[in-house]
Nanobody
Framework: QVQLGESGGGLVQPGGSLRLSCAAS?????MGWFRQAPGKEREFVAA????????HYAESVKGRFTISRDNAKNTVYLQMNSLKPEDTAVYYC???????????????WGQGTQVTVSS
C-alpha cells in the first residue's frame, strides 16, 4: 500500500503561479495529477513515468503546466503557470505501478489539495 500526500494548493490571482508537491510512501512507476472542479467529473491533468523523461499533459494545460519528479524522494511536482479561473479545482495526486501511453489508471490516490484562481 502506497500513501500519497499533496501540498502546495491555495488561492492565486489569474496569471499567477503555484507549485504542487506530492510525496509517496513507496516507489511507483507512474505518478501524476488529476483535478475535479465543482459539478464536474475528475479529469486527467499530467503524468510522468519512470525517471520523469516520459510525460503526458491534458491539452488544456499544455504550455502552462510542467510535471517533474524526484525519484530519490518519491515525489512528483506540478508547476502551474499562467493560471486561469477555469483551473480552479481540487487537485489529486495519483500513482500507478504500470505505464500506458494511452491512459493513466492509478492504483493509488491522494486526498486532494484545493487550488482556487480568483481575483
Amino acid at each position: 500500500q502506497v500513501q500519497l500526500g499533496e501540498s502546495g494548493g491555495g488561492l492565486v490571482q489569474p496569471g499567477g503561479s503555484l507549485r504542487l508537491s506530492c510525496a509517496a510512501s513507496g516507489r511507483t512507476f507512474t505518478m501524476g495529477w488529476f483535478r475535479q472542479a465543482p459539478g464536474k467529473e475528475r479529469e486527467f491533468v499530467a503524468a510522468a513515468a519512470g525517471s520523469g523523461s516520459i510525460t503526458h499533459y491534458a491539452e488544456s494545460v499544455k504550455g502552462r503546466f510542467t510535471i517533474s519528479r524526484d525519484n530519490a524522494k518519491n515525489t512528483v511536482y506540478l508547476q502551474m503557470n499562467s493560471l486561469k479561473p477555469e483551473d480552479t479545482a481540487v487537485y489529486y495526486c495519483a500513482a500507478s505501478y504500470t505505464y500506458s501511453s494511452s491512459s493513466f489508471k492509478p492504483d493509488y490516490w491522494g486526498q486532494g489539495t484545493q487550488v482556487t484562481v480568483s481575483s
